[in-house]
């Protein structure tokens, strides 16, 4: 056992201090999602009236395209001097690798949707933080980095790999992103009750369980191709 | 071990796009000796040497490294061979002893920082312990790809065209390192379309032309002047 | 090199035969498809609401159920490509998701024909059109995924792992837009309950027409993957031509 968990911590890790190092991904997702909050402020005309309607999409947009930046990054990383040739040579399990960068792509999204909410707080005026929003981000983010992880390694060896990753990934992700949208919506808006939820949250829970067994066995196939 | 050859390769075939590149080779490497393979471009020495290293899978044959079938103890190979490919693969933003311990844990290699050093200052890279990947010369990355392939011991040394992009310290480096290799009953196959580096480190020779070994020999039958001509005409190699 | 040229030689043979069956095939769904469109805008009764525009209903019904048939082969042929990495499987799977694609396209252009006149939108945002809408995304990049790859492995290997995940995908999008729909109660459109409403000799013409288009599916699958098996050679002889040329 020791075995498995070990090269899967050591390959956080090391995505972890090249991010301090570098800042590459975080900064720019972060800053992108600003953007992208910026914008949708002058498509939807956010008013004190309306912001608790729409709170809950653009928080989801802004999160899904800066969690595509943290994705692609996230294997360019590796492709810069072969490093994952490297990381391929290693005794270690195919597993293990798609287990290590998925939990280092897990955390950089979950960091980058963190510090969104703040800053989201401030530009509407409109406080959304709270428990159970950010177990709906968990959750939907496990599902993102579940799937973002094997299709950013399957479009990084292909040819223009930063338009096929957001074409491989949008349409497989619908139920994460409507299950998503609708049940922070309901935290949002404040009205409905806990019990409206939880169906969404056994969706994005059966969606995580179906990926991440599936996912880790594709990745197989496509590293040792 | 000694009943068992290092490298056993029957009838390796590799296509791509219906591009055959390598086709029908046999090669035995035995412990204790290192063999030079020779080619020009194109030839199909570094998908050979992916081929041993399990970087791309062959379309027909077999390949044992240490009686080991790579179709099978995948993992076990792993820990056995160190690789040396055209590109460093390491990671740009961490230094060379982060580089070295990083890939050092994920062999499991016990005492790791002691080690790491030592392998450095070996490759005379004991000053730039600290320096990033990214702030290193060509060549001192090269230096740093040879550290990261031998940081476990393999007994197994694949190198892939070794001499480009080193100066003359570092190729006496490689060329004492290759030597203790063998010494210590390792094998080390390297590939190279330099002449001086095929025959002047004293080794077994092949030259692959078109996919296939064309020509092997042992060490001591090796007619230096013969291949020296023979390379240079035939098959377009540089000295 | 040897047992390349022997296995062209013999080629010629195999195919002589398969094209006999070839040509009886085309000669088979064509002619079906022919009295399949004489029933459809013909001999079929004319639906008294809807009026003649129900009549797309024998073509978008019939495609519906075999682009997802496709999609299934896709699934089938990809796990068995992952497998056993035949690219005979990679040729099934690829030519049964090109012709998915065509037919989940036929779906989503008939569909607003005939939903226009009928409910009187477009489009709505249902379980049902949704879920097709997604399912045609998703092989629309696996055939994207092919174009884009670096070499004929890396095209199947990627392609049959999206035809996996997109069928696991279907049903998990299925279910959440449905029940998404249920939360947002926006249009309500009672016309799920067509067949039912069916006199029998509407119901003849539909299973007629789904029985012609299965004939053309098959047909055009097995042109399909011939024809892929036929490029592949052509481009191996191009290849070994182009590698003996130096010597010769």
Redesign the interface.
């Known amino acids: 056992m020791k075995?498995f968990f070990?090269?899967i911590l050591?390959i956080v890790w090391?995505d972890i201090?090249?991010e301090i190092?570098?800042k590459d991904i975080i900064l720019a997702s972060f800053v992108f999602a600003i953007l992208v909050l910026v914008i949708c402020n002058f498509a939807f005309e956010i008013t004190p009236a309306t912001v608790h309607i729409l709170a809950s999409g653009i928080l989801w947009i802004s999160f899904i395209f800066a969690g595509i930046l943290v994705m692609t990054h996230s294997f360019v990383?590796e492709n810069?001097?072969?490093?994952l040739?490297?990381?391929?040579?290693?005794?270690?399990?195919r597993d293990a690798l798609y287990w290590g960068k998925m939990l280092s792509l897990f955390l950089f999204m979950m960091v980058v949707e963190l510090l969104l909410l703040p800053i989201f707080a401030v530009l509407f005026d409109y406080n959304v933080l709270s428990p159970s929003l950010i177990l709906i981000m968990v959750l939907a983010t496990i599902g993102f980095a579940t799937?973002g992880t094997?299709f950013a390694s399957?479009?990084v060896?292909?040819?223009?790999r930063e338009i096929?990753l957001p074409?491989?990934f949008?349409?497989?992700v619908?139920?994460v992103l409507?299950?998503a949208v609708?049940a922070s919506m309901s935290i949002i808006g404040g009205g409905t009750a806990i019990i409206d939820i939880r169906?969404w949250i056994q969706?994005l829970l059966?969606?995580d369980v179906?990926?991440l067994v599936?996912?880790p066995w594709?990745f197989g196939?496509?590293v040792?191709? | 071990m000694a009943l068992e050859p290092a490298i056993l390769v029957n009838g390796l075939c590799k296509s791509f796009e219906d591009n055959s590149v390598l086709s029908n080779v046999d090669l035995t490497i035995d412990w204790g000796t290192q063999l030079t393979i020779f080619g020009s471009n194109g030839s199909g020495k570094t998908t050979l040497l992916k081929s041993l290293?399990m970087?791309c899978?062959p379309d027909g044959g077999s390949i044992n490294i240490a009686g080991r079938d790579v179709s099978r103890d995948r993992?076990?190979i792993?820990?056995n061979?160190g690789?040396v490919?055209h590109?460093?693969?390491?990671?740009?933003?961490?230094t060379c002893i982060?580089n070295l311990i990083?890939?050092g844990?994920?062999?499991?290699v016990n005492e790791i920082a002691k080690r790491a050093q030592k392998v450095l200052s070996e490759m005379g890279l004991g000053r730039h312990l600290n320096d990033?990947?990214r702030n290193l010369s060509h060549g001192m990355?090269k230096r740093l790809a040879i550290s990261?392939a031998i940081i476990h011991k393999p007994p197994i040394l694949l190198m892939d065209e070794p001499e480009t992009g080193l100066d003359i310290v570092a190729l006496e480096i490689v060329k004492s390192l290759i030597k203790s290799w063998t010494s210590k009953m390792g094998a080390v196959v390297i590939t190279t379309h330099s002449i001086e580096i095929g025959l002047g480190w004293g080794s077994d020779v092949a030259i692959l032309n078109n996919g296939a070994i064309v020509y092997r020999a042992k060490q001591e039958e090796v007619d230096q002047m013969w291949m020296r001509k023979t390379l240079l005409s035939n098959f377009g190699l540089t000295s | 090199m040897v047992d390349k040229t022997d296995g062209l030689n013999t080629e010629p043979k195999s195919q002589g035969g398969n094209m006999k069956l070839i040509y009886a095939s085309i000669f088979i769904s064509s002619a079906m498809m022919i009295a399949n469109m004489y029933l459809i805008f013909v001999w079929a009764p004319t639906e008294r609401i809807m009026g003649h525009i129900q009549r797309v209903f024998y073509i978008h019904v019939p495609m519906a159920w075999l682009a997802f048939i496709a999609f299934f082969i896709v699934f089938v042929s990809g796990v068995l490509y992952?497998w056993k990495k035949d690219f005979k499987y990679d040729r099934i799977a690829s030519s049964a998701a090109e012709i998915g694609v065509i037919f989940t396209t036929i779906v989503l252009i008939t569909g607003p024909i005939w939903a226009k006149p009928v409910w009187g939108i477009w489009w709505s945002w249902d379980a049902r059109l949704t879920t097709t809408l997604?399912l045609w995304?998703?092989y629309?990049?696996y055939h994207?995924?092919r174009s884009?790859?670096?070499n004929r492995?890396?095209a199947a290997?990627?392609s049959?792992?999206?035809g996996?995940?997109?069928f696991?995908?279907v049903p998990?999008?299925y279910?959440?837009?449905d029940?998404?729909r249920t939360?947002h109660q926006r249009l309500v459109v009672g016309v799920t309950s067509v067949e039912g409403s069916l006199n029998p000799d509407m119901r003849i013409v539909l299973y007629f027409s789904l029985i012609a288009f299965t004939a053309l599916m098959l047909c055009l699958l097995w042109l399909r993957v011939s024809m892929k098996g036929l490029e592949m050679k052509l481009q191996s002889v191009k290849n070994n031509r182009k590698n003996l040329l130096p010597l010769g």
């Open positions: 075995n070990v090269p050591l090391k201090l090249t190092r570098n990383v810069d001097l072969n490093s040739e490297g990381l391929l040579l290693c005794p270690i399990s799937v094997l399957m479009s060896n292909t040819r223009a096929m074409i491989l949008f349409p497989v619908t139920p409507i299950s609708e169906g969706l059966l969606f179906v990926y599936v996912c594709a196939f496509v040792e191709e | 290293a970087q899978r993992s076990t792993r820990q061979i690789v490919g590109q460093p693969m390491l990671y740009q933003d961490m982060e990083f890939f844990r994920m062999y499991g990033r990947v990355q990261r | 992952l997604v995304m998703i629309i990049g994207i995924v884009y790859s670096s492995a890396q290997t990627y049959a792992i999206l996996v995940i997109g696991i995908d998990i999008v279910f959440a837009v029940w998404w939360q």
